[in-house]
């Protein structure tokens, strides 16, 4: 197993060739461009596979006010490149791990693999003081960034022209990052253009649901999700998503089209870009050279919408959860309320008044994200479709093969957090500010 010092989110390796060939470096034209979009970004079939990406900031066991060093770090991720696991392991910019499940067969198989896996992690960290914390975002300390190699950098300066925001989510953010399958080619509630509108909308409840990073500098921000307001500041060519009515397949090809090229890679100098460059202008233009294919699988990878199509769907707006095993209800529950017909249908008349709320703009640049990254679970409509989204999941969660310890844990996040609308943000408000966080050996349980 080695350790990969790249997020495979913002890696150089492409993020969209699915058959491992390696691409002639020609030209591509603007009719090229949307049939290669178009016919590797969904997959359609069965809902047949699962798998979930989830993140951590890594944090001193003894002294967790303390930032960790990048000599401790180094040493750290050096042990685990002699650990054996099946995930893929990488690091972040900031230097969080992110640990990304082989696609699995069953809720249960995708669990019991990433959990034996951080069981290594955690024992390997714990030889060298260290453990994971599971937060959306760091309370304590301002971004720092751990890699620094040219994507890094014309990331960091492509972001800095809007703001901090961009640093702080490259280096201070975490998430459960859940990916399903695209789902069939024709209509039904399994079908890919339903999942695709559904994951923008409901995608605003699992915000709330599980909003997890208040703080900032042990400072309330106002936000229950900071982590979500951070991707909002971002700006939407960036990080925002098309609108989910109508072909999905149209909508993401044109955004690909359309959203400003973050960086051109050369062999030497710095990879900069005429600011607000757009892929198709990139095309038009040819100017500074022309793009190929193997520049438009690197522009895929530098757009980071809630939900990104990578042949399946990558539902990216899940905060970080609090625990060894948080990470766990929200893949439990997201997989019940997409993968179950009855469960799927359910959620979606459920979510569908929460629509209007959009007001026809794109997930997360519209007040319903907005107010469940702000107000979580205390927003009543926000509230509402939670209780009776969970709820519907609980019940779907025997038909999809999930044990007791999962529906124990679905159903005690339940009782505490969702039915008293109170996400796990509320409770690190709770408490008063204190310059550190406790730990607990294992986790620091903020």
Known sequence: MVVSQEDPDMSDSPAVAADGCTQPRTAVTEPEVEALVRGICFKTGPPRTLGVEVEWLVHELRQPQLPVTPARLEAAYAALRAATLRSALTVEPGGQLELSSPPAASLTECIGTVSADLDTVRAVLRGHGLGLLGIGHDPLHPPRRYLHQPRYDAM???????????????????????????????????????????????????????????LALDRATGWRSTRQLMWMQIGPGRAGAPLPDGDPRTAWTRHVLDAPVMCIRRESGPWDVPEGLTFREWIRTGAPRPPTREDLDYHISTLFPPVRPRGHLELRMIDAQPGEDGWIVPLAVTAALFDDAEAAETAYRTVKPLAERSLGRPAPHNPLWTAAARDGLTDPELHEAAVICFTTALEALPRLGAGPEVRDAVAAYLRRHVVPGRSPADALLDRPASGAPSAHGKDIRL
């Open 156 to 214: 960091e300066a492509c972001f800095d022209r809007s703001g901090p925001s961009g640093r702080r989510m490259m280096c201070s953010s975490a998430s459960v990052q859940v990916c399903l399958d695209a789902g069939y080619e024709e209509p039904g509630p399994l079908g890919h253009g339903r999942r695709w509108w559904l994951a923008h909308t409901l995608g605003a409840v699992l915000v709330a649901a599980f909003a997890n990073s208040p």
